[in-house]
């Protein structure tokens, strides 16, 4: 069994190292907040990423299945609920589920 001391020290040594690696992304950032990059960015990469996951998504989905039909009308009636009803986010990826689940079991 190690010391006591050798212990300490690394603990001591990842509490520092982890602590300075999930401080330093602020620290850098603030700055940056007023960057033109970063308000660019801080706008249009939530959707860009929500784009690649969803078209990943589709991919697998109407590969490993083969019904693109049902995909395509739960990706319409999510976007149509999230943009009419308040971009609430749960109740537009719900909804859109429980389209495509709905339209798997009759089609």
């Not at 982890?18 to 850098?28: H, I, K, N, S």
């Not at 998504?57 to 943009?83: C, E, K, N």
């Amino acid at each position: 069994m190690p010391d006591t001391g050798y212990l300490v020290a690394v603990l001591g040594t990842v509490f520092v190292i982890t602590f300075a690696l999930r401080a330093l992304p602020f620290a850098v950032l603030r700055p940056l907040r007023q960057s033109r990059f970063v308000v660019t960015m801080s706008a249009w990469l939530p959707a860009g990423i929500l784009a690649v996951l969803a078209a990943a998504t589709l991919r697998s989905t109407v590969a490993d299945d083969g019904r693109p039909v049902a995909a395509l009308i739960a990706v319409l009636v999510t976007a149509a609920v999230h943009l009419t009803c308040g971009r609430r986010t749960l109740l537009s990826v719900g909804l859109g589920t429980l389209t495509y689940i709905g339209l798997l079991a009759v089609l």
